[in-house]
């Protein structure tokens, strides 16, 4: 796609929202109000407004590498504190995808460069499931279900930091993992019980 397309396309874009809502630019030139936060992956075809079916203003999205929440990551920090205190979002999606090149990539034993620190935290994620993984004896099948244990870790991660346990407490927020399947275009929500690990840690990562 070159850059007189994009240009082409904006100028379709723009008229077919002004033939449906003549104030459609107004409107959302007067501010957001998200309900929900999107962590998704950077991957170019896992376009979180696309496949959830949402319309300019409902999705406060971040997107990184195989979907990272990393506490020391000020990127992704930010985003959660802007969303949850700011924008007071009701619900908070980690969501990640079949075939993730970041998770295909952290089951390598290869070098890669200044990619390395960054897949170190999804070979964590593989550590800490070790024994269930290696039961696994179709690649694929590991993969998969490591994006999934992915997703997983990433939500409780999110549970972990303060702006979530205090707005839960305060207004009941959620936090919800979901993986894409590029195969057949669905989302597979993976039903994780987040109120009781938030619990489960609440020993150790209890910050209110």
């Known amino acids: 796609m070159d850059f007189v397309t994009v240009f082409e396309n904006n100028e379709k874009w723009i008229k077919e929202k002004l033939s449906t809502d003549a104030d459609f630019f ?13 962590i998704g992956c950077a991957d170019s075809r896992v376009t979180a407004e696309e496949i959830m079916g949402a319309k300019p203003g409902e999705v406060f999205v971040h997107r990184n590498i195989a979907n990272m929440v990393i506490s020391i990551d000020l990127n992704v920090m930010s985003v959660i504190n802007y969303a949850v205190d700011f924008l007071k979002v009701k619900r908070i999606v980690v969501c990640g995808h079949y075939g993730c090149g970041g998770v295909l990539a952290s089951m390598q034993a290869a070098d890669l460069g200044i990619l390395n620190p960054w897949l170190r935290n999804i070979r964590d994620v593989y550590r800490i499931h070790h024994e ?27 549970i972990k930091t303060a702006a979530f346990q205090k707005a ?14 590029m195969s057949n275009g669905k989302l597979v929500d993976l039903d994780i019980d ?15």
């Open 26 to 38: 107004k409107k959302m030139a007067q501010g957001q109000n998200p309900e929900v936060l999107y």
């Open 132 to 158: 269930e993984l290696k039961a696994i004896s179709d690649e694929k099948k590991r993969s998969d279900r490591l994006v999934e244990l992915n997703v997983r870790e990433q939500c409780i991660n999110v």
């Open 194 to 208: 987040f109120t009781a690990k938030l619990k489960d840690i609440q020993e150790i990562y209890n910050l209110q």
């Open 168 to 181: 839960n407490k305060e207004r009941g927020l959620s936090v919800h993992g979901w993986v894409f399947d």
